[in-house]
């Protein structure tokens, strides 16, 4: 238990409960907690920081891999002071980050590319993409992209962070698990460390919101269903197609 929550300082009793539970481990969630409070092994809280005020607006929760992807960017620094920047692509319902690139500088035209990647790595692309009103993200690669791909494109409204929530649970989780822990040397070692995370993230780390399942196993399973990432849910599908104008049109 102290090996791992050494190695998992981020993870409560209950995450590292279930990754022993995994391993073959079997005990009692009462006893193991109790041992887990001897050990004083408890999770630090950080200090608290303002959080942004405003309406919450309900968003509906995707059917399938593919169907929605949200992005953002999260920004940290070297050692020497050098910011860097940091891309992420999260697909809304396996909760799988699709993508985590960093660099220096990030254009529009970066994150097409990026996005096209991600496209031909999976074999499908989403039917919908949600980000806020970045200057990349609305910048006319963008744009063009948006059209020539035929993806339907949402921004949020501006100052509500909230609309974009499965990408925002991603970052705070990013930034408490990873960025907080490690001091980056250069941006290769970034770079390496962030591949590293984003594999344990996706493969590794239980995600209570699937149910302990992680982002893999829920996309491997929704994989093998026919016409997976290719075929919408009309629940969730989009509207028709009229111009990019109406792909921009923001959430209520």
Not at 55 to 81: E, H, K, Y
Not at 144 to 169: C, D, L, M, T
């Amino acid at each position: 238990m102290r090996v791992l929550a050494g190695e998992r300082r981020r993870f409560g009793y209950r995450r590292l409960h279930w990754l022993l539970s995994r391993e073959g481990i079997s005990m009692n969630h009462k006893k193991f907690r109790r041992l887990y409070r001897e050990e004083r092994l408890q999770v630090r809280r950080r200090g608290g920081r303002k959080r942004a005020l405003g309406t919450r607006s309900p968003m509906t929760i995707p059917q399938g891999c593919n169907q929605r992807w949200s992005l953002d960017f999260v920004s940290d620094a070297l050692t020497c002071g050098r910011r860097f920047r940091i891309f992420a692509v999260v697909d809304d319902f396996s909760r799988e980050c699709v993508r985590l690139i960093a660099d220096t500088s990030i254009s529009g035209a970066r994150v097409a590319r990026e996005l096209d990647m991600a496209i031909t790595e999976r074999g499908a692309r989403p039917l919908m993409v949600v980000s806020d009103n970045g200057t990349e993200l609305t910048s006319m690669s963008i744009l063009r992209w948006s059209k020539e791909r035929n993806v339907e494109w949402h921004y949020i409204a501006p100052g509500k962070p909230q609309q974009n929530g499965f990408v925002e649970s991603f970052n705070a989780r990013l930034r408490d698990e990873c960025l907080n822990e490690t001091l980056f040397t250069s941006l290769p070692q970034a770079r390496s460390v962030l591949t590293a995370w984003r594999h344990d993230y996706n493969h590794h780390r239980p995600h209570s919101s699937l149910g302990n399942k992680t982002p893999a196993e829920v996309a491997g399973k929704i994989s093998g269903a026919p016409g997976w990432g290719l075929t919408p849910n009309p629940a969730v599908a989009p509207t028709p197609n009229r111009g990019h104008h109406s792909r921009m049109r923001l959430y209520s």
